[in-house]
């Protein structure tokens, strides 16, 4: 532990019972100057209240145009550990399972190459290794590739597809999530390594309507796992449901957006032609209830997630497809709307953006897709709430 | 007539080399750049492995300023300068 940081508003973030990031880099500081520097700088953002860090320049490896984050420090010649602080975006696997044995590989090389400082994971998905000095770029490239391991995308191309545990561990997996996300991941490595798009395109990929990847909010395209016919219903679980006592009236019936579920003493009755599969009687009732047989996924297309302005959620663009190995009409798809974005896209416009632009029914036409009445505008909207619209000025007899 | 990838690697290259400083290019400027001079004689296919070429011979380099884009090799922590 270095006592000779003087870190007396970061030393306030180790107190209270909760885990604190502070805590975790002092550990290093002992060994590693660029911990200690690191800490310095931050404290003296909090002070000032202001950020020290500068990024962008240097993007990547050789021939590499994502990957890494160039970070610098504002002030070098006060914390000189953390003059240069880059990050690399390492490609995660599929639903992020990993071997103890991979985690040792990976927190070696990074011991030795970097800080020593990860985020488990990234919100891009990718593993993320914090603070490099340039010159170890190319080395820890090296030694991250003869492990097996890869860059994922940063800057103006596809992000690092990532997935859902999916059927690994989840029984509402509508498609095999790790499949795709494999797939698109080995089909698409020039266009995640070599940024050639207006803006940058991110595919998160959901099982099922709970969405657990937050497609539907921070991607530009959300795979997500759904079905088109009956809810499956276990009819003894479901009697075992009621006689337990549990208040189905309340927590599931009640719940239901539609109104289109139903009690008859221990049987269920579920209009699935108004089920908008919001997934809650399904989850209250995971023994009873399961999505239908008859499955695949709906494509979003439109989210990003800028914090406080600019957030929209994604738009239904394809209602149901189905998702199966060699995902040949996936690729089909995608390859149009990169094709048709590229053409008239403007820089720095996301596909959400683009598609606001241009027109629903043009972008459509673009890609050679029919309208649909499930194509609908809302509920895209800002996914951020922010209540100080609705508080009314004093003395006007508000609450 | 299909233009060499290794013809539009040097022309790119030149239009590079001109933006230098004035204007930074993505990979879709190129294209369209190239598309635009030789109309169905190029195809997007082309110029990708074009710019592999200026890419992987260290010619060009990507960078990011608010977007990615294709420059000549700068100095490095040019951010700091």
Redesign the interface.
């Known amino acids: 532990m270095a006592d000779d940081l003087n870190t007396p508003l970061l030393d306030e973030l180790e107190k209270g019972p909760w885990p604190s990031f502070v805590k975790d880099i002092k550990s290093l500081a002992g060994k590693k100057e660029m911990a200690k520097d690191l800490l310095r700088q931050l404290e003296k953002s909090y002070e000032d209240k202001r950020g020290y860090w500068?990024?962008?320049?240097?993007?990547?490896v050789?021939?590499?145009?994502?990957g890494v984050i160039?970070r610098?420090s504002a002030l070098?010649d006060e914390f000189p550990g953390v003059?240069?602080f880059h990050t690399l975006r390492v490609n995660q696997p599929s639903g992020w399972f990993y071997t103890t044995e991979a985690l040792r590989e990976i927190t070696k090389i990074w011991d030795e190459h970097g800080s020593g400082l990860t985020n488990m994971h990234g919100s891009t998905g990718d593993l993320v290794l914090l603070g490099t000095r340039?010159e170890e770029l190319e080395p820890t490239f090296r030694a991250l590739t003869e492990k097996g391991w890869d860059l994922g995308g940063?800057?103006?191309?596809l992000r690092t597809p990532s997935c859902c545990v999916g059927p690994a561990r989840c029984e509402n997996a509508c498609f095999d999530t790790l499949a795709i996300n494999y797939n698109l991941t080995h089909q698409y490595q020039?266009e995640l390594h070599?940024?050639?798009?207006?803006?940058k395109y991110k595919i998160k990929i959901s099982g099922c309507p709970n969405d657990c990847t937050a497609a539907i909010a921070r991607s530009d395209m959300g795979i997500i796992g759904i079905w088109k016919d009956d809810i499956q219903v276990d009819a003894k679980a479901m009697a075992e449901y009621v006689d337990s006592g549990m208040d189905i009236q309340g927590l599931v019936v009640e719940n239901c957006p539609t109104g289109c579920i139903g009690m008859d003493g221990k049987e269920i009755n579920i209009d699935n032609s108004n089920c908008v599969k919001c997934m809650h009687c399904i989850n209250v009732l995971p023994k009873a209830l399961s999505p239908g047989k008859e499955r695949g996924a709906a494509i979003t297309l439109g989210a990003k997630a800028p914090i406080v302005e600019g957030a929209l959620f994604g738009s239904v663009i394809i209602p149901f497809m189905k998702i199966e190995e060699p995902f040949e009409e996936m690729h089909d798809l995608i390859e149009r709307i990169w094709e048709f974005w590229?053409e008239h896209g403007t820089?720095?416009e996301r596909i959400g953006e683009f598609i606001e632009r241009v027109s629903l029914a043009t972008f459509l036409e673009g890609i050679g897709e029919k309208p649909l009445p499930q194509m609908i505008k809302a509920p895209r909207d800002n996914p951020y709430v922010f209540y100080e619209e609705y508080f009314a000025e004093e003395g006007e007899g508000g609450k | 007539m299909a233009i060499p990838v290794e013809q539009l690697a040097d022309e790119m290259y030149e239009i590079v080399k001109e933006s230098a400083g004035v204007k930074k290019l993505?990979?879709?400027d190129l294209?369209k750049a190239m598309v635009a001079k030789y109309g169905d004689d190029v195809s997007r296919a082309d110029v990708?492995a074009a710019?592999?070429v200026l890419?992987?011979s260290?010619r060009c380099v990507?960078?990011?300023?608010?977007?990615?884009s294709i420059e000549l090799p700068?100095t490095?922590?040019?951010?700091?300068q």
């Open positions: 500068k990024h962008g320049g240097l993007v990547g050789m021939g590499y145009g994502g160039g610098y070098p003059s240069h340039t940063s800057g103006s191309d020039d070599r940024p050639m798009f207006n803006y590229d820089s720095r | 993505k990979g879709g294209t990708k710019i592999r890419i992987d260290g990507y960078g990011y300023f608010g977007g990615s700068h490095e922590a040019a951010e700091n």
